[in-house]
């Protein structure tokens, strides 16, 4: 692979990993249109590397505050909102990790050989996302959720395991249907998130040796975690004024553009 296809494909990474556009969707297309053939393991590994490294940086206060509300109910034997919050965040890491581990192998051997496919989950869930953002209600904090709403919202996160759907699509409109606004959702999505990137690297150690000494590896990682970083705090940001609908529109206008992309390779 040519270094620019990684700065590309890193840049996408960055972008679509945390907007609900879904990465996994815009990597199997786009590798598909560059290259001709699906995205290497190697430098998939290398790209979600880097996103995981973004929320790490970004959200480090907030990992800093759960891991110290922890230790503090260790010392004093009784549970406070903050280590609630971290229960809520292991519980909620259970159905991707399950189902992930099962069945992730199948769905991306599939999606890859049938690029088009992402399409649809492109257009359902960003008219979700549309919908639900304009009628749910809040009546929530992230610091009231308890371990069945995060069991709910890891829930949708495992149906990311599908290409097209969006991880940060699928956790926002779980939190969202559960009560909270739109930032407290996706600061919950991204939170969440972290562990079961975490985890995903740890399956795939294999990948990372094996690749350490290629550049594209450090090029991709490096340019979706700089990428990552920026567009985690241009999100947050956004969605203290503004709604979700210019993702919905996004994810539709994409999925019809690359149907007739695809249908004419």
């Keep these: 692979m040519e ?3 990684s700065v ?15 990465s996994s969707g815009h990597l199997i297309i786009v590798s598909t249109m560059l290259q001709g053939q ?3 393991m190697s430098l998939e590994v290398a790209l979600h590397v880097g996103t995981m490294v973004a929320l790490l940086i970004y959200f480090w206060r907030d990992w800093l505050d759960l891991l110290q509300g922890s230790l503090q109910t260790v010392k004093e034997k009784k549970l406070n909102p903050r280590s609630q919050l ?13 189902i992930g581990l099962a ?6 051997h599939f999606f890859t050989a ?15 996302l549309w919908w639900i953002d304009r009628k749910a209600p809040v009546h929530r904090k992230m610091l009231d959720f308890g371990p069945k709403q995060g069991f709910l919202v890891g829930v949708a996160q495992a149906c990311a395991l599908f290409p097209g759907t969006s991880r940060s699509g699928a956790t926002i409109i779980a939190s969202r249907l559960l009560g909270l606004d739109r930032s407290d959702a996706a600061r919950f999505s991204f939170l969440l998130g972290t562990p079961a990137m975490a985890g995903a690297a740890v399956l795939k150690a294999d990948e990372i040796i094996a690749s350490i000494h290629l550049p594209e590896f450090y090029v991709g990682m490096i340019v979706s975690a700089v990428t990552g970083w ?17 993702f919905a529109i996004y994810r539709i206008l994409l ?11």
């Design 8 to 22: 590309v494909l890193g840049i996408i990474q960055g972008l679509a990993e945390f907007l609900p556009i879904s």
């Design 114 to 128: 049938h690029p088009y496919l992402v399409c649809f989950p492109l257009v359902i869930v960003g008219i979700l």
């Design 38 to 40: 699906p995205l290497p």
């Design 230 to 246: 920026l567009v985690i705090g241009f999100l947050m940001r956004y969605l203290r004024t503004y709604g979700f609908g210019v």
């Design 255 to 265: 999925a019809l553009v690359s149907i007739g992309i695809l249908m004419s390779h």
């Design 103 to 108: 069945f992730e192998h199948q769905i991306e």
């Design 3 to 5: 270094l620019w296809h």
């Design 86 to 98: 971290l229960i809520n965040i292991v519980v909620g890491t259970i159905p991707a990790a399950v």
